[in-house]
């Protein structure tokens, strides 16, 4: 009876031990997930920087934070979130005017699972609702005096939970809701049907180009047909209206099908932004939105989609590199986007290179036609009124090379409106640029404004423009940007394909004459009045003008890339040809579906190559922690210039573990006690931030409708004014320091990522993320623009080798961040998962000499959230100019050890100057504001974290106990008197 008295709580302690081993780790994960995310925390229990105080908003007085500050603060977001609809929506279709709806026409039925659970962002890293105030388009639409049939809305409540909503699955209902007794309710509110069609993707999934079903996510699902279907049967509407609630350029070339009325994309609205959406479907506004992407009749025609997505190495019998599985080119060198589809049409309307061949086609019926293949072009917009374009005259200054184009826009509807210009333009396309393979897109945009014009009036405006935006880089020849002779053509237009059919009439004239359409296959003239001529200087290529940076004239620009092209790397017989307007048919991109691993490319996939300089200083020859006569603290350094020989004598006041304290990120940046620097908090992201407000209902930061509707906007006063809402965010939530915004070029309708990025233009993206982190920095806020660069897609994002030419590289997907970070005052800059060729981005020496040298750029480099891997080295990416570890507190101590024990003065360079960046930028940050002077930094841990210690301890202690207490039952007598009595006996 006592051994199994003994078995039995042997068997307790065995259940006891184990539950408190698992519990203890449970315990020691958390805390350890709690550390790493230490700024987070602070930020949500108040306690992240030591007492500074923040100001500077422009919602008292005095700019002092306050309740009731934030109320005024809140309310005007959410009227903000509201504008950005307003002037972000598309009016892409309108027939008969179908839109705006009259006063009468109110009772309506709404279709669509996005009406009433829409897609109002990504999942990505950013703002979470606030669920009594976010509005879905039904909300909008009631709110707007719409009564909306409620039969319907009851059988979407009752039906059977649709799929999940995914980048493979649309999620709609299934279109057997609308049984007999619903679709009898249809005649009591047939004003209007309202479709609302969603994707979804985010960060990590790209949408996938063909799904489970064999179904392109860009076109109709069979549900979504269903539906629209069933509303064409019925015949009891008068209208249908679609809202597009997708970031994701759909394919729509099946409105006649349906007899659909009008079209209004609102992207990704935010939580709070619907209600701006409808005020366009009531006329209350007059819609200025327009497209910034093209929407094309198949998914799949962009040159893109050849080479989107994971293509394998072959390592044959080598032993693959560590996050090295996998590659992308971008065979379609500059053809992104509308460049691909305007330049094919001006050579299939002029027959050169074989532009009208089969090569390459999807949705056209006998050779490439453009109307068959555009559904709306890049840049267009629908208006309730007409607006029409005079190009008056055209300036150029030699002395700041600059293009200053004044423009007359006239209102000849019964409407006010907000006209968009927008300038293009078209470079000589010459037999040097065919001989050197340079290529020219047949347009481009150069630059755009926003103005109100009252119906029946007109309004001049001018836009300027860099002259460099004309130069074409030539990575063959000269090695560097080149201006070619000849004719270059300004021209204005209701998108990119208005302005090359009017830059066609002005260059061709009779010779195009019944040949020129528009995107639904109608014959246009063009309009000659709004094209200006500019004749360039040189009759010969000019190498020189272009060949110092203009923003460091000390520097050459010259190839800074070569290893990113796949053909540096490729074998002979893998070597591939960029897509080429000199020849449509022999140079459209196919797929590469693989490329072998050669010794050099090999090698090159190895990122754990740092090697100590044999030159290289000792640490001995650096002062560090210095006792200075009189200290000197963090806020003594307000207002010193980035140059002043003052910074020298602060940073010596440090020691190794002080400097690297401010390296890394763990959702902020810690406190250091030495120079009295207060902690901070850093949050992502491009849609909004992940924190909280400090004031009033301490409700969650605002979900502002997402990037492309900024960009969408084409209004710089409006995209600054967003960079300045989001920066009061900020201030309301004691955050100086924000991961966004993001400014990728959108090379696939498919990119994961899209609701965090502008545009598929490189320019467009230049001026916008320009002006939103100009807009961050009035207010304080440090935004991070992000992730730069070649990360335009999501499937094999960290470590994937991303191949593109010089050319590609600097005239499209670097352009998009150097208006921000060259030409602007952006004092951040994230760089990417992937590798630039085959180096790691954020190790990549190419990236350093661009920011540092070529754009003089001086702020803080971070990478992005990439724990320790065989492909990233801590070294390599510190010697590339790389200043903080994103959400990584281990690499500085692997960098302190590496200098310690190697005595690397290199090393320790350039950590004293990652310091030098990061304490003059979190300077320019609200940090450096009010009441920054009278911080007092501890070096105590904060409370949470000396409880969880704490709780580690006992837990472990507990486990410890219970399992010393199974050994004991189990193994020894102690607790057992009967083993005691055998024992015993058998000692006798």
């Not at 305007?342 to 061949?357: H, M």
Request: hydrophobic fraction near 35%.
């Amino acid at each position: 009876m006592a051994q199994k008295e003994t078995s039995s709580k042997s068997r307790r302690w065995l259940g006891l031990s184990g539950a408190a081993v698992l519990v203890a780790n449970l315990v020691l994960t958390g805390t350890t997930i709690a550390f790493q995310q230490e700024g987070e925390v602070n930020h949500a229990l108040g306690i992240e920087g030591a007492g500074a105080s923040y100001g500077g908003t422009e919602f008292s007085a005095d700019g002092t934070l306050s309740d009731a500050s934030y109320e005024k603060y809140i309310e005007a977001a959410y009227q903000f979130c509201e504008q950005e609809e307003e002037e972000g929506s598309v009016l892409l279709y309108n027939r008969n005017n179908a839109l705006p709806l009259s006063e009468s026409e109110r009772n309506v039925t709404v279709f669509g699972r996005g009406s009433i659970d829409p897609v109002f962002r990504s999942t990505a890293g950013g703002s979470s609702t606030n669920p009594d105030y976010q509005k879905t388009p039904v909300d909008a639409l009631q709110d707007a005096g719409f009564n909306v049939n409620q039969t319907v809305l009851d059988a979407y409540a009752s039906a059977e939970a649709p799929k999940e909503r995914s980048v493979s699955s649309v999620g709609e209902y299934d279109p057997a809701l609308f049984t007999g007794s619903v679709t009898d309710s249809f005649a009591s509110y047939g004003d209007v049907a309202f479709v609302t069609l969603s994707r979804f993707a985010t960060e990590g999934n790209d949408l996938a180009m063909v799904n489970d079903k064999g179904k392109r996510m860009l076109e109709l699902d069979d549900n979504e047909k269903a539906i629209f279907q069933k509303i064409k049967d019925s015949g009891k509407f008068k209208k249908t209206v679609v809202l597009l609630n997708s970031v994701f350029a759909m394919e729509m070339d099946w409105l006649d099908e349906y007899n659909v009325d009008a079209v209004l994309w609102v992207g990704n609205p935010g939580f709070y932004g619907m209600p701006g959406a409808i005020r366009v479907v009531t006329g209350e506004v007059n819609p200025s939105g327009h497209t910034t992407a093209t929407f094309a009749a198949n998914s799949l025609s962009a040159p893109s989609a050849e080479n989107f997505g994971l293509h394998a190495y072959n390592y044959g019998s080598k032993t693959p590199r560590a996050a090295g599985d996998s590659f992308v080119s971008y065979n379609e060198g500059i053809y992104v986007g509308y460049r691909y589809y305007e330049t094919r049409y001006e050579d299939t309307i002029l027959g050169q290179g074989n532009a009208d061949s089969a090569v390459g086609t999807k949705a056209s019926t006998d050779g490439w036609n453009y109307a068959e293949e555009v559904c709306f072009p890049f840049g267009y917009g629908l208006s309730y009124t007409n607006y029409e374009y005079n190009l008056d005259k055209l300036d150029y200054n030699s002395d700041t090379d600059t293009f200053t184009a004044t423009v007359t826009v006239s209102n000849t509807g019964d409407r006010d409106g907000k006209a968009t210009v927008e300038l293009y333009g078209q470079s000589p396309y010459t037999d040097y640029d065919k001989q050197n393979n340079v290529e020219k897109s047949s347009i481009q945009l150069l630059g755009y404004d926003k103005i109100d014009v009252a119906a029946g009036a007109s309004e001049t405006v001018t836009v300027d423009v860099p002259g460099y935006f004309l130069a074409s880089y030539d990575a063959n020849g000269a090695k560097g940007y080149i201006l070619d002779a000849g004719d270059y053509y300004f021209a204005v237009g209701n998108g990119a394909h208005e302005a090359l059919n009017n830059v066609l009439a002005a260059k061709c004239g009779d010779a195009v004459a019944g040949k020129l359409i528009d995107q639904d296959g109608n014959v246009v003239t063009g309009n000659t009045a709004a094209v200006a001529t500019w004749t360039a200087p040189n009759t010969e290529v000019d190498t020189q003008k272009y060949r110092n940076s203009r923003y460091n004239s000390d520097v050459e620009v010259t190839n800074t890339f070569d290893d990113a092209d796949v053909n540096y790397w490729a074998n002979d017989d893998e070597k591939i040809t960029y897509l080429s307007r000199s020849a449509w048919d022999t140079t459209y991109p196919t797929t590469l579906e693989t490329l072998t691993v050669n010794d050099k490319l090999y090698n090159g996939l190895n990122m754990q190559t740092y090697v100590k300089a044999t030159d290289a200083k000792s640490v001995s020859d650096f002062n560090l922690g210095v006792e200075l006569d009189e200290k000197i603290n963090f806020s003594d350094m307000i207002g010193v210039a980035f140059d002043d020989p003052k910074w020298n004598d602060f940073l010596s006041q440090l020691t190794l573990s002080d400097l690297l304290i401010n390296m890394g990120d763990s959702k902020g940046i810690k406190a250091v006690k030495a120079v009295n620097k207060p902690g901070c908090t850093i949050v992502d992201g491009p849609e909004g931030m992940n924190g909280q407000f400090k004031y009033g209902d301490r409700r969650n930061c605002t979900g502002w409708a997402t990037l492309p509707i900024v960009g969408a906007t084409w209004n710089h006063d409006v995209q600054t004014r967003f960079g300045e809402m989001y920066g009061e965010d900020a201030l309301y939530a004691s955050i100086p320091i924000a991961y966004a915004p993001g400014a990728d070029t959108l090379r696939s309708p498919y990119s994961g990522r899209t609701s965090e990025y502008f545009s598929e233009d490189g320019v467009l993206s230049y001026y916008a993320a320009k002006a939103v982190s100009h807009g961050m920095r009035n207010k304080g806020l440090i935004g991070t623009v992000k992730h730069f660069f070649l990360n335009e897609q999501e499937a094999g994002r960290q470590g994937i080798s991303t191949f593109a030419n010089e050319q590609a590289i600097r005239e499209i997907y670097m352009r998009a961040f150097e208006g921000s970070l060259a030409e602007g005052d952006s004092l951040g800059v994230m760089t990417a998962y992937n590798r630039i060729g085959v180096m790691y981005a954020a190790a990549n020496q190419g990236i350093q000499h661009i920011l540092r040298d070529e754009w003089n750029y001086g702020g803080y480099i971070i990478d992005d959230a990439l724990t320790a891997s065989e492909y990233s080295s801590a070294p390599e990416m510190l010697m590339a100019g790389n200043n903080i570890f994103c959400l990584d507190t281990a690499r500085p101590n692997e960098i302190e050890k590496l200098i310690t024990s190697t005595d690397d003065g290199d090393l320790l360079q350039k950590v004293i100057d990652s310091n030098h960046y990061l304490y003059y930028v979190m300077l320019q940050s609200s940090m450096g504001g009010s009441g920054a002077e009278d911080v007092v930094v501890s070096d105590a841990a904060p409370w949470w974290q000396t409880t969880l210690r704490a709780l580690d301890v006992v837990f472990c202690a507990l486990a410890v106990a219970a399992v010393v207490m199974y050994v004991l039952h189990t193994y020894t007598d102690v607790f057992s008197e009967e083993k005691r009595k055998n024992r015993a006996a058998k000692k006798n």
